[in-house]
T-cell receptor, first 111, second 112 residues
Framework: GQNIDQPTEMTATEGAIVQINCTYQ??????LFWYQQHAGEAPTFLSYNVLDGLEEKGRFSSFLSRSKGYSYLLLKELQMKDSASYLC????????????FGRGTSLIVHP | EAQVTQNPRYLITVTGKKLTVTCSQN?????MSWYRQDPGLGLRQIYYSMNVEVTDKGDVPEGYKVSRKEKRNFPLILESPSPNQTSLYFCASRGQATYEQYFGPGTRLTVT
């Protein structure tokens, strides 16, 4: 089985930086996804990390440490529209790369 | 426009009345999957398919059936719905050459 753990809720201030952590325990690990989901909407893809290290994509960056079973999503220059749930998900061996999701972190950005 | 469509978007039904939620994608994707999303439990995979006529169970398959007779369609069938299947359902697809999953808009199902 798989165990994916992330905080339930976080709050931050507009313009600030926030880091959302995700830890996982799984066999046959392939890679780790981050998705964003606004209330009542479908999840949208943010990133996929296969190798250790930091990948930057605009205001969002994602980090992976395979040996520690740890990832984080870093959001810079927070905007009100960043208020959403952030879903950590892992894919495992088998070739399908269809992710298994954690319970998500609800991020609230306030002025 | 590349998209995943689901129908219906909203459905209220009664216990035991068979229903089908359709899912269709226009991106020629090989992989398709169904998830349900419940408060506090996150997205849980019901079934997935790696290609036509190839399907497999996810984490919570009980009470659901799927079929993949055509590449573009992946319907979710509830033969005898029960109230514990009240949930928000998402269909998703992915191409063989990419990691990104594209999600449909969701179907909110209520079983009374």
């Amino acid at each position: 089985g798989q165990n994916i753990d992330q905080p339930t809720e976080m709050t931050a201030t507009e313009g600030a930086i926030v880091q959302i952590n995700c830890t996982y325990q799984t066999s046959g690990f392939n890679g780790l996804f981050w998705y964003q989901q606004h209330a009542g909407e479908a999840p949208t893809f943010l990133s996929y990390n296969v190798l250790d290290g930091l990948e930057e994509k605009g205001r969002f960056s994602s980090f992976l440490s395979r040996s520690k079973g740890y990832s984080y999503l870093l959001l810079k220059e927070l905007q009100m529209k960043d208020s959403a749930s952030y879903l950590c998900a892992v894919s495992t061996s088998g070739g399908s790369y269809i992710p298994t999701f954690g319970r998500g972190t609800s991020l609230i950005v306030h002025p | 426009e590349a998209q995943v469509t689901q129908n219906p978007r909203y459905l209220i039904t009664v216990t035991g009345k068979k229903l089908t939620v359709t899912c269709s994608q226009n991106m020629n994707h090989e992989y398709m999957s169904w998830y349900r999303q419940d408060p506090g439990l996150g997205l849980r995979q019901i079934y997935y398919s790696m290609n036509v006529e190839v399907t497999d169970k996810g984490d919570v398959p009980e009470g659901y059936k799927v079929s993949r007779k055509e590449k573009r369609n992946f319907p979710l069938i509830l033969e005898s719905p029960s109230p514990n299947q009240t949930s928000l359902y998402f269909c998703a697809s992915r191409g063989q050459a990419t990691y990104e999953q594209y999600f449909g808009p969701g179907t909110r199902l209520t079983v009374t």
